[in-house]
T-cell receptor, first 115, second 113 residues
Framework: GENVEQHPSTLSVQEGDSAVIKCTYS??????FPWYKQELGKRPQLIID?????GEKKDQRIAVTLNKTAKHFSLHITETQPEDSAVYFC??????????????FGQGTELSVKP | KAGVTQTPRYLIKTRGQQVTLSCSPI?????VSWYQQTPGQGLQFLFE???????NKGNFPGRFSGRQFSNSRSEMNVSTLELGDSALYLC????????????FGQGTRLTVV
């Protein structure tokens, strides 16, 4: 069945360091990979996404890479700040018209950035 | 524009009871998806409704059901509640087309005692 594995489950870094979160998906038909950030007590919010025809995408301090052959994608946060502390979820879906509303999520990574 | 709104925010129910949760999507969004969030299982997909029809379904028992109205508002119903149903229930709305961003509501925290 469809499954997304996410590692690590917890990650602690010093302010200014980089953080990397990795995900592996099982459904070879997946072609849309969003990342969500959920702060304590708040709703998940999209921070970046990537489609299968792109290998890398950057947005300021955040980047995502995708290796379709290995069914693997990663989130990279550079120059981390205390406000980056949150739980991060990767997800995968078939971005076709009638499947886009079904996101399969990883288990989440709790990132802690220490000042 | 207004975001996704879920009501109520908190619910306490007794085992065996049933419960109905509501989700009002962003105006113009036709797709509403429901997720169960628990500390041990993360975010799990329940089902998706698009234009009043269930378009996708996750691996949850038949006690979990939903519907969508003509104004795209959606309700989720859980019958014969079990202790294990205690969770944060999140809905997400999107345009429902290709690669569309899902916007989440703040969730309904259900506690079954």
């Amino acid at each position: 069945g469809e499954n997304v594995e996410q590692h690590p489950s917890t990650l602690s870094v010093q302010e200014g360091d980089s953080a990397v979160i990795k995900c592996t998906y099982s459904d070879s038909a997946s072609n849309y990979f969003p990342w969500y950030k959920q702060e304590l007590g708040k709703r998940p919010q999209l921070i970046i996404d990537i489609r299968s025809n792109v290998g890398e995408k950057k947005d300021q301090r955040i980047a995502v890479t995708l290796n379709k052959t290995a069914k693997h994608f990663s989130l990279h946060i550079t120059e981390t700040q205390p406000e980056d502390s949150a739980v991060y979820f990767c997800a995968a879906s078939r971005g076709i018209y009638n499947q886009g509303g079904k996101l399969i999520f990883g288990q989440g990574t709790e990132l802690s950035v220490k000042p | 524009k207004a975001g996704v709104t879920q009501t109520p925010r908190y619910l306490i129910k007794t085992r065996g009871q049933q419960v109905t949760l509501s989700c009002s999507p962003i105006s113009g969004h036709r797709s509403v998806s429901w997720y169960q969030q628990t500390p041990g299982q993360g975010l799990q997909f329940l089902f998706e409704y698009f234009s009043e029809t269930q378009r996708n379904k996750g691996n949850f028992p038949g006690r979990f059901s939903g519907r969508q109205f003509s104004n795209s508002r959606s309700e989720m119903n859980v019958s014969t509640l079990e202790l294990g149903d205690s969770a944060l229930y999140l809905c997400a709305s999107s345009l429902g087309g290709f690669y569309t961003e899902a916007f989440f509501g703040q969730g309904t925290r259900l506690t079954v005692v």
